[in-house]
């Protein structure tokens, strides 16, 4: 790399204070859009958690709901809130979330991705996978938030592998978060029992716990390969575009990081809210 393509990243850090905090990464179970503006225990969380962490200078999201060929960042100064969803009460159209962007950020952060180019996104925004969970942690949208996209056309190593490029923004004030579900099988929810407290399928529940078991055991190798680890994977993951978030975040633990869980509770049969904490901020 050069110093030139270095530079972005050398002006970005210039505006952080001289402590080289590490922020904490999360993977974080979005669920339903609703979730954007109930008051329920999902996002009491969200917001125990805001309060909790000291303030980051940003916030990097790899988001569930931006599928791309290629990879992008949002690079604008000032990202729309994007309503991509039907079906639900006009006042979750209502919502904007006006958090700034950070167009030098994410400059810095696209020259930190080596292994392939990463595109400056100003059409983009921020999707519900995105202000849904960041608006209860930081109410008043003062952080700038940035997403990051998925490259759906690339196997689950290379979303891996690509994550672990940006290791070095957990030290330079940058919360990044994997926003997705681990289970996810939208064509098998039992809408009936959405209202019913943790309810999960028995299929649901065990790869939830295969899930955590491998996370627990920093078993990367067959977290990436999860279709290999036994039939239910495939009615947890049937598509994997709400799971290669967690690879996102799971990439970015340095090797002291414990990981813990919260919001462990399974929705309609076929989702988990299951979310993950690696490492303290230190």
């Not at 028995?202 to 055991?217: C, H, P, Q, R, T």
């Amino acid at each position: 790399m050069t110093m030139a393509s270095l530079q972005p990243f050398y002006n970005w850090s210039q505006s952080l204070s001289e402590e080289d905090h590490t922020h904490p990464v999360l993977f974080i179970g979005h669920g339903s859009p609703m979730n954007g503006i109930e008051d329920n225990e999902f996002s009491r969380t969200w917001t125990k958690f805001g309060k909790e962490i000291p303030k980051p200078k940003a916030v990097l999201v790899i988001s569930a709901h931006w599928l791309t060929n290629g990879t992008h960042i949002t690079a604008m100064p000032n990202p729309k809130t994007i309503h991509d969803f039907g079906g639900f009460p006009q006042a979750l159209f209502d919502v904007q979330y006006p958090a700034p962007g950070n167009p030098e950020l994410a400059e810095a952060t696209s020259k930190l991705i080596t292994s392939t180019n990463v595109g400056l996104d100003h059409d983009w925004g921020l999707d519900h996978g995105t202000w849904t969970v960041v608006r209860h942690m930081y109410p008043n949208a003062d952080i700038p938030v940035l997403q990051l996209s998925i490259d759906y056309s690339k196997p689950p190593q290379y979303h891996y592998e690509l994550a672990k490029q940006l290791k070095s923004l957990r030290k330079k004030g940058v919360l990044i978060i994997g926003s997705g579900n681990m289970v996810h099988n939208l064509r098998m929810v039992a809408w009936e029992k959405l209202q019913e407290p943790e309810y999960g399928f028995d299929w649901a529940l065990e790869m939830n716990s295969v899930f955590k078991e491998k996370i627990g055991n920093n078993d990367f190798n067959a977290l990436i390969n999860y279709e290999k680890l036994n039939a239910a994977a495939k009615l947890a993951v049937p598509t994997p575009d709400h799971y290669y978030p967690l690879l996102y975040a799971m990439a970015l633990q340095d090797s002291k990081d414990d990981a813990s869980f919260f919001n462990d509770k399974a929705v309609g049969g076929s989702l988990t809210m299951t979310s993950v904490q690696w490492g303290k901020y230190k």
